[in-house]
């Protein structure tokens, strides 16, 4: 029997003991995102334009300040940023109740993004600096099972306090998020260094170049975050094309939504089996793109179909977008578990989040218009989109790969 279960669990003590703290901080994370829309609106008293407008200028925070933050995780040591930036999250959620006004709150959502980038940042590092190379795909598949599980069990705390439509009790929620993020800063601490928490690189140190030159590197993953906004179909075009196209009932959004989490904690481990190459991580790629394609054509036809045929059709076309989700996750660890350069890994992380950055700023309205205005013939360019993406990670990678390996010749370090 204990044989059977440890296929189900991590690969290692450190690696479930990573699992156990993404479930602690996605139950924290996701109590507040449930509730956020509520309490935005009721008790910090914003309009919807003005949350969308501070979710806009948070975005491009983080875009100018990815790259300068991973510098700092490899300055200190990826533990101890990743550490830094939990713990003053939580001691920024712990100030959501006090803020009023839109100013405030503009304020509070760059302070946000720049301390979640730290801890993503940093954890990210983490991850690869402390495991060996076969295993930090996999280490990565089962946190991010680990952290839809938590998100999962946030939406049902945050839908309890949402269902008495009390403003006291969506004042306690970013509270009770600041007590679980504060226990997850409180897990970080007591986890192990790794390699670069012992010995950070000094950045005279530093051998190979700046991330931001390696243009192969960053090139892919402009590609890999238009894959990536497999996102943008989950979340938003499919629920507005199920409501405005189609004659499928609403309550149908739910299922879906099910499915994807569902999906996302059962298979994202299945998923990633294998991906442990700049060649595995293609293939990943691929599928993902396949089943990206294959979903933006399930998707089209609802249009004029009726009835069961169109709940199982946007059903199919969930499922696949899902597909698409797992694969493209894969593949994107993959890429930077390989192709970042070790002694700047809080850099190269910095550097691979502009290019999903940048799918979150064009995607919605670009797929958006494309799917409710165009109708099918958008759909045909949404799909043509992903392959041209796609037809460039093979060349892209490459690229990379050369520019370490010249990085390593000039350097006299072995390649």
């Not at 029997?1 to 296929?7: H, I, K």
């Not at 238009?226 to 629920?239: A, F, R, S, W």
């Not at 996302?264 to 990633?272: E, H, I, K, R, T």
Request: aromatic share 10%; charged share 15%.
């Amino acid at each position: 029997m204990p044989g059977r279960l440890d296929r189900f669990l991590p690969p290692s003590p450190l690696a479930r003991r990573l699992s156990a703290q993404s479930v602690l901080f996605a139950i924290g994370e996701g109590t507040f995102i449930t509730g956020s829309a509520v309490f935005f609106t009721q008790v910090v008293g914003l309009s919807a334009g003005q949350v969308g407008i501070g979710l806009t200028v948070s975005g491009v925070a983080g875009f100018l300040f990815s790259v300068p933050i991973g510098k700092l995780v490899d300055r200190l040591g990826p533990k101890r940023l990743w550490a830094i930036g939990a713990g003053s999250s939580a001691l920024l959620y712990a100030v959501w109740p006090l803020i009023d006004g839109f100013g405030a709150y503009l304020a509070m959502m760059v302070a946000l993004r720049l301390v979640e980038i730290a801890g993503w940042s940093g954890g990210g590092a983490y991850s690869i600096d402390a495991f060996e190379r076969e295993e930090r795909v996999q280490t990565q598949a089962f946190r991010r099972a680990a952290l839809n599980l938590g998100f999962t069990v946030g939406a049902l705390i945050s839908g309890i306090a949402l269902a008495f439509e009390s403003n006291t009790l969506i004042r306690a929620v970013p509270i009770f998020t600041a007590v679980m993020l504060g226990l997850n800063a409180l897990f970080i601490t007591r986890l192990p260094d790794a390699e670069h928490d012992r010995a950070p690189v000094a950045a005279e140190d530093r051998t190979r170049g700046a991330a931001l030159r390696n243009r192969g590197f960053l090139a892919l993953n402009f590609c890999d975050g238009v894959l990536g906004t497999n996102q943008v179909l989950l979340n938003v075009v499919i629920p507005l094309w199920l409501v405005q196209e189609t004659d499928a009932p609403r309550v149908l959004l739910a299922w879906l939504f099910g499915t994807n989490t569902v999906m996302a904690v059962c298979l994202q481990v299945a998923a990633a089996r294998g991906v442990d190459s700049v060649a595995r991580s293609l293939r990943a790629a691929r599928i993902s793109a396949g089943f990206f394609v294959l979903s933006c054509f399930v998707v089209l036809v609802t249009h004029d179909t009726v009835g069961w045929v169109t709940i199982a059709l946007v059903w199919l076309g969930h499922v696949t977008v899902t597909g698409a989700e797992l694969f493209q996750s894969a593949g994107h660890w993959g890429f930077i578990s390989e192709l970042s350069d070790p002694e700047r890994l809080g850099e190269y992380q910095g550097a691979a989040s502009l290019g999903s950055t940048l799918g979150e700023v064009w995607a919605p309205a670009a797929y958006t218009y494309l799917a409710i205005e165009w109708g099918a013939p958008g759909w045909v360019v949404i799909a043509g989109i992903v392959l041209l993406a796609t037809l460039g990670m093979g060349p892209s990678s490459r690229a990379a790969e050369r520019y370490l390996t010249r990085a390593d010749e000039v350097a006299g370090q072995p390649a």
